[in-house]
């Protein structure tokens, strides 16, 4: 079975600018999350996504948005970047099995460097 | 709310000798605790996995940890390190008990391993 992959797995931008990060979950799952990996704050939630609705939210301003689509893709936006936004940023999917915790599987990540 | 603390920011260990990582978590309910590696500019890959069946959890490459409620503890070991088990290595506990797929990373350890 295929992980999950994230698309690109590099970019560079310049401030200002926005940029959209894409996640295939793995086949079956419909749960996506986003964290944001930082040598100075470690790995940071993002948002979730299940069946196209965001389901919780992490603490980042309002230019970090995402959506989910029907085959459970995701995709994640950043506008108006900022320097301070160059980071490894994951994808994670999951089954949602109801009652109990999810394993959550990783991506490589999409290394942005904003300049 | 959850919390995870890795207590050592470094670990160095001698090729064949055992390894142990160190972890204390904060929860106000029974938590699931997992352990994840990332190899250098790799994604996060699921060591094991607590979820209350049993204390003890065996995971992947000869990896194991202990549940322990009385000492909030679950540390990672392993018998014998292999030059292959260099890496950074993340405790993380579920942010809550509803199926929602939060997870909360402590700040983690970075393993090298000496021939």
């Known amino acids: 079975k295929a992980g999950v992959t994230q698309t690109p797995r590099y970019l560079i931008k310049t401030r200002g600018q926005q940029v959209t990060l894409s996640c295939s979950p793995i086949?079956?799952?419909?749960?996506v999350s986003w964290y944001q990996q930082t040598p100075g704050q470690g790995l940071q939630f993002l948002f979730e996504y299940f069946s196209e609705t965001q389901r919780n939210k992490g603490n980042f301003p309002g230019r970090f948005s995402g959506r989910q689509f029907s085959n459970s893709r995701s995709e994640m936006n950043v506008s108006t970047l900022e320097l301070g936004d160059s980071a490894l940023y994951l994808c994670?999917?999951?089954?949602?099995?109801?009652?109990?915790?999810?394993?959550?599987?990783f991506g490589p990540g999409t290394r942005l460097t904003v300049l | 709310a959850q919390s995870v603390t890795q207590l050592d920011s470094h670990v160095s260990v001698s090729e064949g000798t055992p390894v142990l990582l160190r972890c204390n978590y904060s929860s106000s309910y029974s938590p699931s605790l997992f352990w994840y590696v990332q190899h250098p500019n790799k994604g996060l890959q699921l060591l094991l996995k607590?979820?209350?069946?049993?204390?003890l959890v065996k995971g992947i490459n000869g990896f194991e940890a202990e549940f322990k409620k009385s000492e909030t503890s679950f540390h990672l070991t392993k018998p014998s390190a292999h030059m292959s088990d260099a890496a950074e290595y993340f405790c993380v506990v579920s942010a809550n008990n509803r199926g929602y797929n939060k997870l909360i990373f402590g700040a983690g350890t970075r393993l090298a391993v000496h021939p």
């Open positions: 994670a999917s999951g089954r949602w099995t109801g009652g109990s915790t999810d394993t959550q599987y």
């Open positions: 607590y979820t209350s069946a049993a204390t």
């Open positions: 086949s079956g799952h419909r749960s």
